[in-house]
């Protein structure tokens, strides 16, 4: 049973900083490409960052330089380091696993910034 576990959502200030986890099971985890997506009220899920298995790292144009995505396969983890949040950071991120014939989600957690 695949499953995609996030944490780390909540209410912060403008100019803060939060950091996201994803913990994954049912799947090898080593060889998938991971990514956060978040979803803004009224909003379509827009790609964040994503990760691959050989560690080539993507940013969407407004995050980069204040996220950071890393994973570390020996705990199935992966992370979204978010600092320098903006009130448009507001939204629902979601972790998010793939390869070329599956992709999986997580149930997402809120992040709130409040200007």
């Known amino acids: 049973q695949v499953q995609l576990v996030e944490s780390g959502g909540g209410l912060v200030q403008a100019r803060g900083s939060l950091r996201l986890s994803c913990s994954a099971s049912?799947?090898?985890?080593?060889?998938?490409?991971l990514g956060w997506y978040r979803q803004a009220p009224g909003k379509q899920r827009e790609l964040v960052a994503t990760?691959?298995?050989?560690?080539?790292?993507n940013y969407a144009d407004s995050v980069q330089g204040r996220f950071t995505i890393s994973r570390d396969n020996a705990k199935n983890t992966q992370y979204l380091q978010m600092n320098s949040l903006k009130p448009e950071d507001t939204g629902v991120y979601y972790c998010?696993?793939?390869?070329?014939?599956?992709?999986?989600w997580g149930q997402g957690t809120q992040v709130t910034v409040s200007s």
């Open positions: 998010n696993g793939r390869n070329n014939v599956r992709s999986y």
């Open positions: 049912g799947f090898i985890f080593s060889i998938y490409t």
């Open positions: 990760i691959s298995s050989s560690g080539i790292i």
